[in-house]
């Protein structure tokens, strides 16, 4: 699946999270691409991925994304690519506000969809599930709508992409797939928030789990195997 494009990136855009938390810094506007994006010029494709706001909704602007020169500019700021802010609720391009929607604070999921389908290209956003404003309609013409996210300054900001690594948060809108540049789907394993110490805090999508206190405590995963031969990794981060 896609992760975010450490080439493609803005000079105040930091990248971390096994390559899917985007942050950018207070000191400058800058946004970051995904590495695959919706291909196919006029093809039939409908896709639907994720992001998590983090840090501060201030200034916090995510979308998608044509492809793209501008990276120290903010997502919505220039002839490519449509931002969603997440204090303001405006949804921008090119500079202007074409919709002004419900805004949005550091934990809500903001989702994405582009549909590619008969002959037309559709953009929505979401939030928490539900559809923010009205639908987006674009030329056809572009060969690929890739993921963005980034800032316009003032503020350090951060989002975390589900590109498909991860099962979405929410439903996918029917007829969509969700995730960017995945193979078929698998079940992936995470930290079960049902069955941990309650010492214990999960977070970046329930795959890093952190101890409060020094008592011993644990956590498991949501899925396991009976059978077979397995290979995974932990990093440890004391």
Same mark, same amino acid.
């Given at each position: 699946?896609?992760?975010w494009?450490?080439?493609?990136?803005g000079?105040?855009?930091t990248i971390?999270g096994?390559?899917?938390?985007e942050?950018?810094?207070?000191t400058?506007?800058?946004?970051v691409?995904?590495?695959?994006g919706v291909?196919?010029?006029?093809t039939?494709i409908?896709?639907y991925?994720?992001?998590?706001?983090?840090?501060?909704?201030?200034?916090?602007i995510?979308?998608?994304?044509e492809?793209?020169?501008?990276?120290?500019?903010?997502p919505?700021s220039?002839?490519?690519?449509?931002?969603?802010?997440?204090?303001?609720?405006?949804i921008s391009?090119?500079?202007?506000?074409?919709?002004?929607?419900?805004?949005?604070?550091v934990g809500?999921?903001?989702?994405?969809?582009?549909?590619?389908?008969?002959?037309?290209?559709i953009?929505?956003?979401?939030?928490n599930?539900v559809a923010?404003?009205?639908?987006?309609?674009?030329?056809?013409s572009?060969?690929?709508?890739?993921?963005?996210?980034g800032?316009?300054?003032?503020?350090? &900001?951060?989002a975390?992409?589900?590109?498909g690594?991860?099962?979405? &948060?929410?439903?996918?809108?029917?007829?969509?797939i969700?995730?960017l540049?995945?193979?078929?789907p698998y079940?992936?394993?995470?930290?079960?928030p049902?069955?941990?110490?309650s010492?214990?805090?999960?977070?970046?999508?329930n795959?890093?789990?952190?101890?409060?206190?020094?008592?011993?405590?644990?956590?498991?995963?949501?899925?396991?195997?009976?059978?077979g031969?397995?290979?995974?990794?932990?990093?440890p981060d004391?």
């Amino acid at each position: 699946c896609a992760v975010w494009d450490l080439a493609v990136k803005g000079t105040y855009v930091t990248i971390s999270g096994l390559g899917l938390v985007e942050t950018t810094a207070s000191t400058g506007s800058g946004a970051v691409t995904s590495t695959t994006g919706v291909t196919g010029l006029g093809t039939n494709i409908k896709r639907y991925w994720e992001y998590t706001l983090g840090t501060n909704s201030l200034n916090n602007i995510v979308g998608w994304v044509e492809d793209f020169t501008w990276v120290n500019q903010a997502p919505g700021s220039n002839i490519s690519s449509w931002g969603y802010q997440a204090n303001t609720g405006q949804i921008s391009f090119n500079g202007s506000v074409l919709q002004t929607v419900a805004t949005s604070a550091v934990g809500d999921v903001i989702g994405v969809s582009i549909d590619r389908s008969g002959g037309s290209c559709i953009g929505q956003f979401y939030k928490n599930g539900v559809a923010l404003g009205t639908s987006i309609s674009m030329s056809n013409s572009a060969t690929n709508f890739f993921g963005i996210a980034g800032s316009n300054g003032v503020h350090t &900001v951060s989002a975390t992409a589900n590109f498909g690594s991860l099962p979405m &948060v929410y439903t996918t809108p029917t007829g969509f797939i969700g995730g960017l540049g995945c193979p078929a789907p698998y079940t992936y394993a995470t930290f079960d928030p049902h069955y941990k110490g309650s010492s214990i805090t999960l977070s970046g999508g329930n795959l890093i789990a952190e101890s409060t206190n020094t008592f011993a405590m644990s956590v498991r995963s949501t899925t396991s195997h009976s059978s077979g031969k397995y290979y995974f990794e932990m990093t440890p981060d004391i």
